[in-house]
C-alpha cells in the first residue's frame, strides 16, 4: 500500500526556519518525481515545489524561490522540504504528493498534510 | 505560469442534479489537465486524469472533456459524498497550477 507521512510541522515565529519531512513507503520511491502543494487555512491549493527522481532537478513557486529549498533522500526513501526566513504567509498546510507520470502526469497520491503556522 | 481560471467558485445543488464545472488554461495546455476532489480536513483526490481518462475506483457518474484550452468536469447526478470543493490542475509544465476551486454545496 502506498503511503506518504508528512511530519515536521508547527508554530514558528516569523523569519525562521522550518524542515518538513515526507516518509514514502509502499512503492520505489526513486522512481517518481514529487511534489509539495500547500493551503493557506480556507483557501485553495497551491503547488510549491518539485523534484525529479533522482534530485537532479527542481522547481518553485516565485512566492518561495530563494527562501525553501526541496531535497530528497532516495536510500531513506524520504522527501524534504526546507523552510527559511518564514513569513505570515506561508502558514499553510502542506501537503507531498507524488506524481505518476506515464503519457499524462497526475498526483495520484498524497500524504494527510502538516501544518505549519508563521506567528509571533 | 500557466493561469488556470475556474467557475462557478462555487454552486448549490440537490442530490440527483446534474452538475458541471469549467476551467480556462491561460494556453494550450493539449490535454494535460487533471480534477481533484477535496473533502475539508482530507487531502485531494484525483477523479479525472489527462483531461477524460477515469482515476481507478471513481464513480462513473463523473466524467471529463475538453474543448482547446476550455476543460469541463461533469456529475451526472449528484450524490451526497460529492459535496466537496473541485480543483482542476494543469500538468503540461512546472509550475503545476491549480485552478482556484468550485466549492459544491447543498441546496
Known amino acids: 500500500e502506498v503511503q506518504l507521512v508528512e511530519s515536521g510541522g508547527g508554530l514558528v515565529q516569523p523569519g525562521g526556519s522550518l524542515r518538513l519531512s515526507c516518509a514514502a513507503s509502499g512503492f520505489t520511491f526513486s522512481s517518481y518525481w514529487m511534489h509539495w502543494v500547500r493551503q493557506a487555512p480556507g483557501k485553495g491549493l497551491v503547488w510549491v515545489s518539485r523534484?525529479?527522481?533522482?534530485?537532479?532537478?527542481?522547481n518553485y513557486a516565485d512566492s518561495v524561490k530563494g527562501r525553501f529549498t526541496i531535497s530528497r533522500d532516495n536510500a531513506k526513501n524520504t522527501l524534504y522540504l526546507q523552510m527559511n526566513s518564514l513569513r505570515a504567509e506561508d502558514t499553510a498546510v502542506y501537503y507531498c504528493?507524488?506524481?505518476?507520470?506515464?503519457?499524462?502526469?497526475?498526483?495520484?497520491?498524497w500524504g494527510q498534510g502538516t501544518l505549519v503556522t508563521v506567528s509571533s | 505560469d500557466i493561469q488556470m481560471t475556474q467557475s462557478p467558485s462555487s454552486l448549490s445543488a440537490s442530490v440527483g442534479d446534474r452538475v458541471t464545472i469549467t476551467c480556462r488554461a491561460g494556453q494550450s495546455i493539449s490535454t494535460y489537465l487533471n480534477w481533484y476532489k477535496q473533502k475539508p480536513g482530507k487531502a485531494p483526490k484525483v477523479l479525472i486524469y489527462a483531461a477524460s481518462s477515469l482515476q481507478s475506483g471513481v464513480p462513473s457518474r463523473f466524467s471529463g472533456s475538453a474543448s482547446g484550452t476550455d476543460f469541463t468536469l461533469t456529475i451526472s447526478s449528484l450524490q451526497p459524498e460529492d459535496f466537496a470543493t473541485y480543483y482542476c490542475q494543469q500538468s503540461y509544465n512546472a509550475p503545476r497550477t491549480f485552478g482556484q476551486g468550485t466549492k459544491v454545496e447543498i441546496k
Open positions: 523534484i525529479n527522481s533522482d534530485g537532479s532537478g527542481t
Open positions: 504528493a507524488r506524481e505518476f507520470s506515464s503519457g499524462s502526469r497526475y498526483f495520484d497520491y
